[in-house]
């Protein structure tokens, strides 16, 4: 069965989608084809469970690009699962003529599909990666196949050319190899509020006084070096001495050099989600705004793997991210961390 599987919008969101992946192609025997925009098709054809992968040009494309996209999906699919839908989507799947056309029933978009489930994913009742599996359960269901739940860890390299990576990147950046790195990632893609520079400097030193052993990396992907450097010298005037590494190598050299941290920390972002799917210990930053809580947006990190922070709950403090109290974050941190510290 060839099944198109929609999920084109940011990185943290593609990332959110991998077990629904690994469900389809675990519990059927299917060809999966992922419709993705070009920045996360890198990550698409990483996937183990996406067979190939079509480029969406986007809702400013041409009316040209436009054609084209229509005539790769057209009378190619048996089926399309649209998790996350807009209107263009839905118009493009119906003049495609799919025969089975499933999303969910919360937009006018619904309108193009003739399989729907409903879902409020406003309420954040459950993580976003549930809300997914739950459009995969409902498809698998419709056709009578066993459901095969899906585990972590979502993403895995070979050790060997995980050590390769990390020697290539202590040789770049002048650290050392063996040394245990806590990965920092201040940058935002704007989805939701952060921290701010100086919280994450006061994290971080509180949390280099508990393991003055271990190395802090600073990363960044592109667009986010101003913002990153200027934490960096914050920290090296505190006397915590700091790497930047700025990610310049595509998507793909990005997640195998986070595949070699201890730890990763930041705020709910693409960077963190993708560290998830390697199951590298996460700590992250969410605002309490109902469509942006921890529950929301959990990442993709094996039980007890994951530690979220939020401020209080509250008409007027909960997007207020300056109302968390670093020395408390990271003493939080440091009790939960010692199970996974060698």
């Known amino acids: 069965m060839r099944i198109l599987v929609v999920r084109n919008d940011k990185i943290g969101d593609f990332m959110l989608a991998w077990p629904s992946f690994a469900m389809l192609k675990q519990s059927c025997d299917c060809h999966i084809t992922a419709l993705v925009p070009n920045y996360t098709a890198p990550l698409a054809h990483l996937c183990p469970w996406i067979d190939s992968v079509i480029i969406d040009p986007g809702k400013n494309a041409s009316k040209e690009q436009q054609t084209l996209l229509l005539t790769q999906v057209k009378s190619q699919f048996d089926a ?62 419709d056709h009578q196949w066993n459901i ?100 310049r190598d595509g998507l793909v050299r990005f997640a195998q050099v986070l595949a070699n941290a201890e ?21 992250g930053f969410f605002p309490q705004r109902r469509s942006a809580t921890p529950l929301r947006w959990r990442p993709l990190n094996s039980e007890g793997r994951h530690l979220a922070f939020s401020p209080p709950e509250g008409e007027f403090s909960e997007q207020n991210m300056g109302l968390l109290n670093m020395p408390q974050c990271a003493d939080a941190i440091r009790l939960w961390w010692c199970g996974w510290m060698h």
Not at 263 to 283: R, Y
């Open 80 to 141: 399309a699962i649209t998790l996350f839908s807009t209107g263009r989507i839905g118009w493009l799947l119906w003049r495609a003529k799919i025969p089975y056309r499933l999303a969910p029933a919360t937009k006018l978009a619904q309108l193009f599909y003739n399989h729907r489930l409903m879902q409020r994913r406003s309420l954040s009742e459950k993580p976003e990666y549930q809300y997914n599996l739950d459009l995969i359960r409902l498809f698998l269901a």
């Open 148 to 247: 095969v739940e899906p585990e972590a860890p979502y993403l895995v390299f070979p050790r060997e050319l995980l050590s390769q990576v990390r020697l290539e990147t202590a040789q770049a950046l002048n650290i050392v190899a063996s040394s245990s790195w806590v990965m920092v990632h201040c940058g935002s893609g704007g989805s939701a509020n952060n921290l701010s520079v100086a919280q994450y400097a006061e994290l971080v030193v509180c949390l280099y006084k508990y393991h003055p052993g271990r190395h802090f990396l600073l990363t960044a992907g592109p667009g986010e070096e101003e913002k990153t450097n200027e934490l960096a010298e914050l920290l090296r005037n505190m006397g915590v001495p700091v790497t930047v590494y700025v990610s």
């Open 263 to 283: 730890l990763f920390i930041a705020g709910s972002t693409g960077p963190l989600h993708m560290a998830s799917a390697l199951d590298v210990p996460t700590v």
